[in-house]
């Protein structure tokens, strides 16, 4: 991994590795200003070893506000906090770009309710906000292009070293690039060359103001992978002729757009996307440009980032979720400790879809993301104690693997043979092999701070009390939830966890239901694996479509494949009985009995309950100092059950 290792010259400034965080929106931001949280973050990833860290998008203009929490650099006010996260990255040697921002007609959410005029190079609406927006006149195209000037300089001021314009994902330069939302017969439409027009004067305006001290670069999909999109043979004309303008000191490569649910998956790729799938992108936009060329996507490992280095693909590899999951990955690597790598897993929980959801990011795994000024640096115990954690799923695990850290002498109790809990069923589901991934990374964690394991131990109230420890946490899980149903005869039922683990149980008959309370991953999960065994599906949803609960990107793949494999999907029913033939549901809205006939198997996803009979029973003793966390409480998702275990570790 040398390669990974080595310097890399961008313009002015020079980065002393190849690995990257790429600018991506933190919801850190108040007011539009940085918080001393997001300095935090910024420190912990520049300790970690990154040579570069990009900034999460700045707004250039009043009409760039496209979240209620995006950071503004259209005022003197923004400097300060630039200059505060330059000061906490700069001793460790990594260098410190911002991304300068207008979404045009890519606005997510509004400021007060009231949706504001989106600007765009012509009134073309999204597909996936349905925003309509207004046509820039040139008045104000020249107010922006002179606010991407304004906004670098204030950034130049907060001691950044570099300014990058983000022409990626369909935002505004990509609209007026893009032939078909640029639809103007003016000086800014037509042609190529007059669609690049916009771009080429906001590189110019912004090195023209910064001067030759600050590199510029640029962020652009190499395609944006939608059918209303930039097209790649655009992209790279573009990327050309402004690298032989002069321009650009790098360009930023990825791929997909906003504008379209099916383009946007791309911008923060799910799991069932491959490994470092850009790469071909950037190494195809290194052909026709001289300047070096980042690129990312899904590159959650460092060998594979050296492997795409290697092969020339690209001069540098963002690899932003592996640094939101593992802040200290570069050091890990320089310090010969690979294997101690907490690998993203590209599950989108936590980190884009917190964004999504407008609170700050995190990660599943590490929930120390985000909440640095509480949990940045491990405390030591002040004295060590006898820890109990009963249950080794991610709740256990992460309370376990913490509290050992912390100097506590720690046992864990599972009662089955394997670690894991509910993960490994989850990892079962097509195209979520990855899931496990949190298991095998907690569990190393939890191993090497020296963790002893008492695995096909189910262990009592009694025991635990005989052993007398300072503190027990409890994380016994959840086991599947059974509705009370009517039924008449003997119908077939199962349950979604029966199914995944031995999906060839159930023979194919008629019609296969799939009742899916929780909108989530099982109920998708479940469908899919019957209808690839043979079964005619029937995904019968409590909301409005399967997958709801789910972060937008990781629903968009699973709700395609269930289209692909034919599932039929049945939204807005409940369940409430069964027979030998047919399946009753009923219309959450009207109450309307709907019967499928000529349905012989039910399975049920109707999520979970709490196995919490060993929590009550020790939280009655008041003699022991008991804390449940994860399942055990309320089922919930993995990344309460980390959470919840990091909390429960602390606090001994
Ligand atoms: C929470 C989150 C917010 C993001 N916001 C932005 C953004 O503001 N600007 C941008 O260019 N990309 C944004 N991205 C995309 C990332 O820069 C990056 O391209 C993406 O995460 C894929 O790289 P990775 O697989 O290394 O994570 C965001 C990503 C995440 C996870
Ligand atoms: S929440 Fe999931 S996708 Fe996001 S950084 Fe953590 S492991 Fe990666």
Same mark, same amino acid.
């Given at each position: ?52 860290? /990009? ?131 003016? !000086? ?149 400790? /690979? ?124 025991? /635990? ?23 008449? !005869? ?163």
């Amino acid at each position: 991994m040398k390669r990974l290792f080595e310097p890399l010259v961008i313009g002015p400034v020079t980065i002393k590795n190849r690995i990257f965080s790429s600018g991506h929106d933190t919801v850190m931001a108040r007011d539009g200003l940085v918080t001393d949280q997001l300095v935090a973050y910024h420190r912990a990833r520049a300790k970690g070893g990154a040579g570069l860290i /990009v900034m999460q998008v700045s707004g250039v203009h009043s009409s760039a506000r496209y979240t209620s929490h995006v950071l503004m650099a259209t005022d003197d006010s923004c400097i300060s906090g630039y200059a505060k996260v330059a000061a906490a990255v700069h001793p460790s040697g990594c260098k410190l770009f911002g991304q300068l921002f207008h979404p045009g007609r890519e606005v997510m959410e509004s400021q007060d309710g009231s949706m504001p005029v989106a600007w765009s190079a012509s009134a073309v609406p999204n597909e996936r906000f349905r925003v309509t927006p207004r046509e820039l006149d040139e008045r104000t195209i020249a107010e922006i292009v002179a606010g991407y000037a304004r906004a670098a300089l204030r950034l130049q001021a907060g001691g950044l070293d570099g300014v990058e314009i983000v022409a990626s994902h369909g935002y505004l330069p990509a609209q007026f690039l893009n032939s078909s939302v640029n639809q103007r017969s003016d !000086g800014y439409g037509g042609d190529i060359g007059n669609r690049l027009r916009f771009l080429r004067e906001v590189l110019e305006a912004v090195k023209g103001a910064v001067g030759p001290g600050m590199a510029v670069g640029m962020r652009i999909s190499g395609d944006e992978l939608d059918p209303a999109g930039l097209v790649e043979d655009d992209a790279l004309a573009a990327c050309a002729e402004l690298d032989r303008l002069g321009l650009l000191d790098y360009v930023s490569v990825t791929v997909g757009t906003s504008a379209s649910l099916s383009g946007s998956d791309h911008i923060v790729p799910p799991m069932n996307y491959p490994v470092g799938y850009t790469a071909a992108y950037a190494a195809k936009v290194k052909q026709v440009v001289k300047v070096p060329v980042l690129v990312a996507g899904r590159i959650n490992q460092p060998q594979d980032a050296a492997r795409i280095i290697e092969q020339g693909s690209a001069d540098a590899c963002a690899m932003t979720r592996a640094l939101i999951c593992d802040p200290e990955m570069p050091s890990k690597v320089i310090g010969g400790r /690979v294997e101690e790598i907490r690998a993203c897993i590209a599950c989108n929980q936590a980190c884009i879809g917190h964004f999504h959801a407008g609170y700050p990011i995190s990660c599943i795994q590490h929930p120390e993301t985000g909440r640095e000024l509480l949990y940045g640096r491990v405390q030591k115990a002040v004295r060590a104690r006898t820890v109990v954690v009963v249950g080794g799923g991610p709740a256990g695990l992460k309370a376990a693997a913490v509290a050992a850290e912390r100097g506590h002498a720690v046992t864990l109790f599972e009662a089955r043979s394997r670690l894991g809990g509910q993960v490994r069923l989850a990892s079962a589901l097509p195209d979520r092999e990855e899931f496990g991934g949190a298991i095998d990374n907690l569990y190393s964690e939890a191993s090497r701070s020296g963790v002893i394991f008492e695995l096909r131990h189910s262990v009592t109230a009694a025991e /635990v009390r005989g052993m007398a420890p300072d503190a027990v946490i409890v994380a016994t899980g959840a086991q599947p939830r059974v509705p009370v149903l009517e039924t008449v !005869g003997m119908p077939a039922v199962s349950n979604a966890w029966a199914v995944i683990s031995a999906p060839g149980r159930l023979k194919p008959r008629g019609r296969t239901v799939v009742a899916d309370w929780r909108a989530d991953w099982v109920g998708i999960g479940a469908a899919r694996m019957l209808a690839a065994a043979g079964h005619s599906v029937v995904l019968a949803v409590s909301g409005y479509a399967p997958g709801e609960s789910l972060q937008q990107y990781v629903r968009d793949s699973m709700v395609g494949s269930l289209y692909r494999q034919h599932i039929e999907i049945m939204p807005l029913v409940r369940i409430v009985g069964v027979d030998e033939d047919s399946v009753y549901l009923q219309h959450v809205l009207t109450g309307e009995p709907v019967i499928l006939e000529e349905a012989y198997n039910l399975v049920l996803a109707q999520g979970s309950l709490p196995v919490d009979d060993l929590l009550r029973e020790l939280a009655a003793d008041e003699s022991l100092a008991v804390t449940g966390v994860g399942d055990c409480l309320a089922p919930r998702t993995v990344e309460e059950a980390v959470l919840e275990g990091l909390k429960a570790a602390w606090a001994i």
